[in-house]
């Protein structure tokens, strides 16, 4: 996607995809293929935008901390959506933002990994009598029930009890 132009007086962008085709918000035969892409393609390109923000936001108000494990290092950690950014309450904004380490990234996404609207961390309950490594052990495991070890200390940054919930739901409706 390319941004090719600004229209001021109708507060938008003009995107060109990378096909080549200019998608002009005042082109007088706009269908509604046109419009639904013009519509998809200007959400896409705000997400990609808004993405490098969400992040440093995230990891100042984590202090580059993974939430369920306290992982320190920013190169193994990920700013992560609570709702993801794909459906409308998936906002980039820091109480919709978990700092996680790689793993517990993928591990949350996959429903491996749940977190309660209380900040208690469970894991998928046929794991925990799965007999492997350390990764498993301490890894996940032993964060069965635990709270998360980094949580925001300011109350406005910290994770939204009602985004944790939904997507806590989702969690149990799977194991
Ligand atoms: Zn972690």
Do not use: W
Request: negative net charge; glycine residues 6%.
């Amino acid at each position: 996607m390319y941004l090719i132009g600004e229209e001021v007086d109708h507060q938008q962008f003009a995107i060109a995809t990378e096909a080549g085709h200019a998608l002009r918000p005042d082109s007088p035969v706009e269908t509604a293929a046109d419009a639904l892409l013009r519509r998809y393609a200007v959400a896409e390109t705000k997400r990609r935008l808004h993405q490098p923000v969400f992040r440093a936001t995230v990891m100042r108000a984590y202090e580059t901390r993974c939430a369920v494990c306290a992982l320190r290092h920013g190169e193994l950690l990920d700013a992560a959506h609570i709702v993801p950014d794909v459906e409308e309450q998936g906002l980039p904004v820091v109480t919709n933002g978990l700092a996680l380490c790689k793993i517990h990234h993928a591990a949350y996404d996959t429903q491996i990994l749940g977190i309660r609207p209380d900040n208690v961390v469970e894991i998928r309950t046929d794991l925990l009598d799965e007999v492997d490594g350390p990764m498993l052990r301490h890894g996940l495991v032993e964060r069965h029930g635990q709270p998360l070890m980094a949580v925001p200390t300011k109350r406005s940054e910290q994770p939204s009890q009602k985004l944790l919930a939904i997507r806590y739901e989702r969690f149990r409706a799977a194991v």
